[in-house]
């Protein structure tokens, strides 16, 4: 299975001529939406092997977790293609999902053929559909035996994928969901749940249930490689029949910060600058000046809207610079900088030489609620150092730094 589906990826990248660059961009680059076709699904070999060795394996189950926007939906999503065989059936939870609401949700889409003999002289077979959220009951509670009881009415093997279960708080929800998860390996091999959130940990997904966690395989989806990146962009690029400079891709790697939504997002910006330009071949120049803006013009209105919150001033200053030294200053694991790197950033990007004291009070204000709060401060000794609220934030303020001039 994992062989083939390798090979599969390889053939399936195979450039094919654009009709029309101006709609098949939109196809190919998509910001906005989680990837739905494994032709469109780049990297992120280790998760897809470890997703494909736990599925078949009785009693072992999958749960995905990570950043906002790493690309864990993407991955579940491609699941039904990779595993044709298997039953698939995904729901999203919602903050106000019980265990009930859930279920229902999954077991509607269900349906499962029953035998029936009819009563009389020709006991006749006949097969009847059923769908299996018929089975649930009318009152509020449910018990995972429940669910178990009712999934083990499936004759064919299954998954079932809960997405954004980091949404759901209750911790009744979370207690029933691990006690299902138990039952399930206990007493159906066909059944696997997979578990899709955000959060760094699976303590932070399911709470702690150490009767499950030998059932539980951890796949961590980390920040993606600037080698991943690259791949979503030149494999991309080379569908449309687009050639990019070496170089612009590096760039593009190092902007996107690991976070393939910006990978998709500077991919179409790229296409539309082509488009304006009349060009096939994207060079360092046309990235910076145009395809850049671009980005920033289409990029998420909420960070759009911090930048220019945490930035609003009456008089001259250098907020903006400073904001996007942010993005550009050299941090630790977790995102920490100090005022220091904003200085070096400062120097790098723009060529300013400024000292610590010109950063800080801009670095102040921007862990101010009167800023937006774009920035936390990580108390250090008696100094401060700084990390971006929103990390996702990180890849914008890179972009954005383009198209900025020297103050
Ligand atoms: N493996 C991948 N290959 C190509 N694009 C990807 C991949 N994973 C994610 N993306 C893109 O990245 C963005 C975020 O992906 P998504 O699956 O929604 O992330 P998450 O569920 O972790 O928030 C989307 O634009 C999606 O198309
Ligand atoms: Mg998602």
């Excluded at 009785?58 to 690309?71: A, D, E, L």
């Excluded at 089975?135 to 009881?149: C, I, T």
């Amino acid at each position: 299975m994992t062989n083939n589906y390798f090979l599969e990826m390889r053939k399936a990248s195979v450039m094919s001529a654009p009709k029309n660059l101006s709609l098949e961009m939109h196809e190919v680059f998509t910001p906005g939406s989680p990837i739905n076709h494994r032709d469109f699904f780049k990297g992120r070999v280790q998760q897809v092997r470890r997703i494909l060795d736990t599925i078949p394996s009785p009693g072992r189950h999958p749960i995905v977790f990570g950043q906002r926007g790493v690309g864990k939906t993407s991955l579940v999503n491609i699941l039904t293609q990779l595993l044709p065989n298997y039953l698939s059936v995904k729901v999203t939870c919602d903050s106000s999902d019980t265990f009930k609401t859930i279920w229902n949700r999954v077991l509607q889409k269900v349906t499962v053929n029953f035998k029936t003999t009819a009563f009389g002289f020709s006991r006749q077979v006949a097969e009847e559909k059923t769908n299996l959220a018929a089975f649930l009951g009318k009152d509020n509670g449910l018990h995972s035996a429940d669910v178990a009881g009712i999934l083990a009415a499936l004759q064919q093997k299954a998954i079932f994928v809960i997405d954004e279960f980091d949404r759901i708080t209750d911790t009744g929800v979370k207690s029933a969901m691990a006690d299902l998860l138990k039952n399930l390996s206990d007493n159906n091999p066909n059944a696997t749940l997979v578990l899709v959130g955000v959060g760094e940990s699976i303590t932070d997904l399911i709470g702690v249930h150490p009767s499950v966690s030998r059932n539980l395989v951890q796949v961590e989806m980390p920040l993606m490689t600037g080698e991943e990146i690259k791949e979503i962009v030149s494999k991309g690029a080379e569908r449309l029949a687009l050639n990019i400079d070496g170089s612009v891709l590096q760039d593009v790697a190092y902007l996107s910060g690991g976070f393939p939504h910006y990978a998709h997002l500077l991919g179409l910006s790229i296409c539309k600058a082509c488009v304006i330009r009349d060009i096939d071949t994207i060079d360092q120049v046309t990235f910076s000046d145009l395809a850049c803006s671009l980005a920033v013009e289409e990029s998420i209105e909420t960070y759009r809207q911090a930048f220019s919150k945490a930035t609003k001033t009456s008089k001259a200053s250098r907020y903006q610079q400073i904001l996007c030294a942010c993005g550009a200053a050299v941090h630790d694991d977790r995102g920490v900088f100090r005022a220091t790197d904003v200085v070096g950033a400062m120097a790098d990007l723009f060529g300013d030489q400024v000292n610590v004291q010109a950063v800080v009070p801009a670095l102040q204000a921007f862990a101010e609620h009167e800023r937006g709060c774009v920035l936390e401060k990580i108390p250090f000794g008696s100094q401060s150092h700084y990390r971006l609220r929103e990390p996702l934030m990180r890849p914008f303020l890179r972009i954005k730094s383009r198209g900025l001039e020297v103050m």
